[in-house]
């Protein structure tokens, strides 16, 4: 296995100007109920009006954006690209899976997506009002400090997941090597249980998988001591439940 800190393994995937700006201007655009200003556009890109102007044009004109009364909003395109493909971000956990998860062990339930470098909670059932937050407000966090995010990695590609292991924070770094360890018995099981890898908690989670990949994860979530004690009936619940998803497809 090639380590991820190791500078002869594959080389790091290059990013764009152009493809960041563009993906922050739809992420800003879809954050904002009400549209967004070409100024405010700006301000988020931290980009001269000047520069922004173009690609904002060149995205209304191609359907990914909507102009209405100077403020822009997300188009009809991202939509139809779903739609085209034949999926859902995540099609195979529906709402009710979380709360028959929820209902079974009593502590807060997610489904989870990886969008670049963040885990991203999509859905929930929580009567904790911080997972309220995350989840409403889709709170960016670090894929290394949770076990939906360890399961999301998990699935990567590995010339992905070696360029996210790379880019660490140092302060993350041992865990990096933590996670290394567990990942042929994640990549065997499709589980993650109790990594300790986050301050705030703990967690269990299961990867859902579609056309033969990784799309998603679903986790519960508690303090570090319960999470431990139930470590092996909460992994066995989920394992369960995966079982009365859709049969993966592909």
Same mark, same amino acid.
Request: charged share 25%; aromatic share 6%; glycine share 8%.
């Given at each position: 296995?090639?380590?991820?800190?190791?500078?002869?393994?594959?080389?790091?995937?290059?990013?764009?100007?152009?493809? $960041?700006?563009?993906?922050?201007?739809?992420?800003?655009?879809?954050?904002?109920?009400?549209?967004?200003?070409?100024?405010?556009? =700006?301000?988020?890109?931290?980009?001269?009006?000047?520069?922004?102007?173009?690609? *904002?044009?060149? %995205?209304?004109?191609?359907?990914?954006?909507?102009?209405?009364?100077?403020?822009?909003? %997300?188009?009809?395109?991202?939509?139809?690209?779903?739609?085209? =493909?034949?999926?859902?971000?995540?099609?195979?956990?529906?709402?009710?899976? %979380?709360?028959?998860?929820?209902?079974?062990?009593?502590?807060?339930?997610?489904?989870?997506?990886?969008? +670049?470098? $963040?885990?991203?909670?999509?859905?929930?059932?929580?009567? $904790?009002?911080?997972?309220?937050?995350?989840?409403?407000?889709?709170?960016?966090?670090?894929?290394?400090?949770?076990?939906?995010?360890?399961?999301?990695? =998990?699935?990567? $590609?590995?010339?992905?997941?070696?360029?996210? %292991?790379?880019?660490? @924070?140092?302060?993350?770094?041992?865990?990096?090597?933590?996670?290394?360890?567990?990942?042929?018995?994640?990549?065997?099981?499709?589980?993650?249980?109790?990594?300790? +890898?986050?301050?705030?908690?703990?967690? *269990?989670?299961?990867?859902?998988?579609?056309?033969?990949?990784? *799309? +998603? @994860?679903?986790? *519960?979530?508690?303090?570090?001591?319960?999470?431990?004690?139930?470590?092996?009936?909460? +992994?066995?619940?989920?394992?369960?439940? =995966?079982?009365?998803?859709?049969?993966?497809?592909?």
């Amino acid at each position: 296995m090639v380590h991820p800190r190791d500078e002869s393994g594959p080389r790091k995937r290059p990013r764009h100007r152009t493809v $960041d700006r563009i993906a922050a201007i739809l992420e800003e655009a879809a954050r904002s109920r009400s549209g967004s200003t070409l100024s405010e556009i =700006a301000k988020a890109l931290d980009a001269p009006v000047s520069s922004v102007q173009g690609l *904002v044009n060149g %995205l209304v004109s191609t359907g990914y954006l909507d102009e209405q009364d100077r403020r822009y909003f %997300l188009g009809s395109a991202p939509y139809l690209l779903n739609r085209l =493909a034949g999926r859902q971000p995540v099609s195979a956990v529906t709402h009710t899976d %979380l709360e028959r998860i929820r209902t079974r062990t009593g502590l807060t339930t997610v489904l989870s997506i990886a969008v +670049a470098s $963040d885990v991203f909670y999509v859905d929930y059932c929580s009567a $904790d009002p911080r997972f309220a937050y995350l989840a409403e407000n889709y709170i960016r966090r670090s894929l290394i400090r949770t076990s939906s995010g360890w399961v999301l990695l =998990a699935g990567m $590609d590995k010339r992905d997941l070696w360029t996210h %292991l790379r880019g660490v @924070a140092d302060e993350d770094s041992p865990l990096v090597d933590r996670f290394l360890a567990a990942l042929p018995e994640i990549e065997r099981t499709m589980i993650c249980a109790a990594p300790n +890898a986050s301050e705030d908690g703990d967690g *269990v989670s299961i990867a859902v998988r579609e056309s033969g990949r990784t *799309v +998603a @994860a679903v986790g *519960v979530i508690g303090p570090r001591a319960e999470i431990a004690r139930r470590r092996d009936e909460l +992994a066995g619940t989920l394992a369960d439940s =995966a079982r009365q998803w859709p049969a993966e497809r592909g």
